[in-house]
Nanobody, 125 residues
Framework: VQLEESGGGLVQTGGSLRLSCVAS????????LGWFRQAPGKEREFVAA????????KYADSVKDRLTISKGNAKNTVYLQMNGLKPEDSAVYYC???????????????????WGQGTQVTVSS
């Protein structure tokens, strides 16, 4: 499976960005898609996930009121709309896919994750 992210960049506090990810390959099937992020000196952390159908989502508590994950018309595309950005949102954002449903993302149940190369998001204060 290949995951290609786009949409990162530099934005001021309170601004918005939309990240996109396109998944390709023959093995990802009907897996869930989602996003993690990693800031310098910190561990990679779960941000949001969405089921293949788009009916189920899960968010990290720190982002649920500001970020929205959605699927494109093509099921292999996922978006992360980020509003009200804060400096602490600055990180490399990684698109990911995993066979478990969104409810298991960010837990020890998540063991077979495939990753994209990441896209940098920088929020200036």
């Amino acid at each position: 499976v290949q995951l290609e992210e786009s949409g990162g960049g530099l934005v001021q506090t309170g601004g918005s960005l939309r990240l996109s990810c396109v998944a390709s390959g023959t093995t990802f099937g009907t897996y869930a898609l989602g996003w993690f992020r990693q800031a310098p000196g910190k561990e990679r952390e779960f941000v949001a996930a969405i089921s293949w159908s788009g009916a189920e989502t899960k968010y990290a508590d720190s982002v649920k009121d500001r970020l929205t994950i959605s699927k494109g018309n093509a099921k292999n595309t996922v978006y992360l709309q980020m509003n009200g950005l804060k400096p602490e949102d600055s990180a490399v954002y990684y698109c990911a896919t995993d066979p478990i449903p969104p409810g298991g993302w960010g837990t020890r149940s998540q063991r077979n994750t495939s990753w994209g190369q990441g896209t940098q998001v920088t929020v200036s204060s």
